[in-house]
């Protein structure tokens, strides 16, 4: 009876994502569905990642018993899923916030500046299903405040939008992230959106949208103010 060959000494090395995971546990850092966690991605792993999810995504088409070698509609479809989902639908989970250029309110501007609508695109994180919508800002700027270009804004948003969100989670970091830099007496933002998770399934009721909104500084304590800012924006929709 012959025996058994030596076990070997060579491992297969780890998934890069457990390699990241590790990375934000140490950190003692949240890597939720709609975190930013590019600080804990290091050069060169985004393409590691994108084939290790392309293999599991394989995994889900063969579980959903799809022929991807005889259908010529799925061959590359998991590779094309999971680069859908790295750099475009989720993309905001992976990159860094976009650059934006600050300038000082040289001239002391105190009067509502009301930016929008923002198309903004987003997956909700409990079905992955898109969400559409648009987003208005307003902000009461004082002559601390900085001032940042139009397009920011939509940049601004865009990274923000493009992770798993629900919509009321989604509008609340827009609103951290603008008064950490605009630092403005106030700020307001509305979002309106279609949400497909109610579309596809469930009830299947295109119909309904959802809307939401977060007031800060001086729109929450100054009810004309609040009220100057919703009533253009029901004249501009």
């Known amino acids: 009876m012959s025996e058994p060959p030596p076990p070997s000494d060579i491992t297969a090395p780890e998934p890069i994502s457990v390699t990241i995971r590790r990375r934000l546990q140490r950190a003692r850092k949240r890597f939720n569905a709609n975190d930013n966690i590019a ?22 088409l063969e579980s959903l018993v799809i022929d ?24 905001g989970r992976y990159a860094d916030a976009p650059p934006v ?5 040289a001239e002391s501007l105190n009067e509502l500046m009301i930016v ?16 559409m919508g648009r987003l208005w800002i307003g902000l009461m700027p004082n002559e601390h405040s900085n001032l940042i270009g139009l397009s920011k804004y939509s940049r601004l ?5 493009s ?3 629900i919509q009321e989670e989604a509008i609340t970091q827009m609103a ?20 497909f998770c109610m579309h596809w399934r469930g009830v299947k009721d295109s119909e309904t949208k959802m809307i939401n ?17 919703l009533s253009l924006l029901q004249q501009r929709k």
């Open 101 to 105: 250029t600050e300038f000082p309110n």
């Open 157 to 161: 948003a865009d990274w923000v939008m």
């Open 116 to 131: 929008g609508p923002i198309t903004v695109r987003s997956a909700c994180s409990h079905h992955f299903c898109p969400i």
């Open 213 to 229: 909104s977060v007031m800060r500084g001086s729109f929450l304590k100054d009810k004309h103010l609040r009220s100057e800012f």
């Open 68 to 91: 991807t070698e005889g259908d010529h509609n799925t061959q590359d479809t998991a590779r094309r899923v999971a680069k859908m989902y790295l750099t475009e639908v989720f993309r």
């Open 176 to 195: 951290e992230l603008l008064m950490d830099k605009v630092r403005p007496d106030g700020l307001a933002i509305v979002m309106e959106a279609d949400h």
């Open 163 to 165: 992770r798993p969100q």
């Open 39 to 60: 600080a804990f991605v290091e050069p060169g792993e985004m393409d590691a990642l994108l084939t290790e999810v392309a293999g599991k995504f394989q995994g889900v």
